[in-house]
């Protein structure tokens, strides 16, 4: 019997996520994946160019929800959802990644009773300040399967007390993204697109609201941006949440006058471009440490912590503060490189895993259901 599947995408670094297991599920014919896609995020450069680079199809269900506080957005994602899952019933439910659309269609299927699966469980940062951390602990505590990508994500799970036989690592699936446009990534020309020499400059991304949404932490990474950019050219593709603090701050002049490139987002094409052919990258994006943990390239980041911690064990990222910057970023451009290795499993094979585990559990399920 087909199985029917919810597959929730909203934010941009959701839509990486979700395009492998979209096409692996389109090509089964035992599996109908029906795509709904929050609005979570809803400009063309945050979303439309992003599904038509990985080959996305139109959603199935757009529901619109748009920006809002955090309550307005859960509440709105659940209100919306609960619609569409009441009335089109699916056998499962997949979830990906920490945003706020993620905790509010877990928390919808599991109450209607539906089987939902977190891809991207057990990750933790243990700072219950950030709002992404608080979207893992609840997802993953009423989700019925925890898809995890490194061992780490299994041992916080299990310390939890979730049931070992709830879990099974599938790996990294973000890399399936990468692998699926390789070949587009590479002949993209984004950094020559922007006077950029390849190797010789670094890309920066910033919109966590600890970063940037407090004047004094604002301005104290733009100065040690602009400390960087006098030995390495950095070019600064601007999330929608920063551009308006820059703005309304001023120290968007500040980055410009320093000579930091600053420009729109950019889609999943360009922006991969753009890392591969970087020196180092400065950011405090969760997917970009797997990324440039990924392809070998020094990482930056702007956090106090992070929950991928195999990005420090094995790849090429570090922790760093305003303050410590510049000299890290130093050092990063000549450190040796030999100790980096790829995590197991981060091979661009997840979405075949996660597929493979669905048919065991459909199984399981099927066999449960009869016996009853
Ligand atoms: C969200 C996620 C975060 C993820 C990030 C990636 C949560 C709690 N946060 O944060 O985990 O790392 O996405 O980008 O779910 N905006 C636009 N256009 C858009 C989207 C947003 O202009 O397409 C602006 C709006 O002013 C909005 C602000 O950006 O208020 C922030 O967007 P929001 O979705 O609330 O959070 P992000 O910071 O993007």
Request: proline content about 6%.
């Amino acid at each position: 019997m087909t199985q029917h599947i919810h597959l929730v995408a909203a934010a941009r670094p959701n839509f990486m996520k979700i395009a492998p297991l979209w096409h692996a599920l389109s090509a089964a014919p035992e599996f109908a994946p029906v795509l709904i896609h929050t609005g979570q995020h809803y400009d063309a450069n945050m979303s439309d160019a992003i599904f038509a680079d990985l080959g996305l199809p139109q959603p199935d269900y757009h529901l619109g929800v748009g920006s809002g506080s955090h309550a307005e957005q859960t509440g709105g994602v659940m209100i919306a959802y609960e619609k569409i899952a009441a009335t089109d019933r699916p056998d499962w439910l997949i979830v990906v990644g920490d945003v706020n659309s993620t905790a509010a269609c877990a928390m919808v299927a599991a109450k209607l009773c539906f089987t939902v699966i977190h891809l991207e469980a057990g990750l933790r940062s243990r700072d219950r300040r950030m709002p992404e951390e608080i979207n893992r602990l609840v997802t993953d505590a009423i989700a019925d399967v925890l898809w995890t990508p490194s061992p780490d994500g299994d041992e916080n799970l299990i310390a939890e007390g979730v049931d070992p036989a709830r879990i099974t690592r599938v790996g990294n699936i973000m890399l399936d993204s990468f692998e699926l446009v390789r070949p587009a990534i590479e002949a993209a020309g984004t950094a020559g697109s922007l006077g950029l020499t390849p190797g010789g400059y670094g890309v920066v991304t910033l919109h966590r609201p600890s970063n940037v949404d407090e004047d004094h932490q604002l301005e104290a990474l733009v100065d040690a941006l602009a400390a960087v950019q006098q030995r390495l050219p950095l070019v600064f593709p601007v999330h929608p949440r920063t551009a308006v603090r820059l703005d309304a701050t001023g120290l968007g002049g500040r980055l410009d006058r320093a000579g930091v490139k600053r420009v729109a987002p950019q889609g999943y094409v360009a922006f991969m471009n753009l890392v591969t052919q970087s020196a180092a990258v400065i950011t405090d994006s969760g997917g970009v440490q797997e990324e440039t943990t990924y392809l070998g390239i020094p990482c930056l980041t702007l956090r106090e912590n992070t929950e991928r911690p195999v990005t420090i064990t094995h790849g090429s990222n570090r922790l760093v503060t305003a303050a410590t910057l510049s000299r890290e970023v130093a050092e990063a451009l000549t450190m040796p490189r030999e100790g980096w290795r790829r995590p197991g499993l981060w091979d661009g094979r997840t979405a075949a895993r996660c597929l493979d585990d669905l048919r065991r559990r459909s199984g399981l399920l099927a066999e449960a259901r009869s016996a009853a």
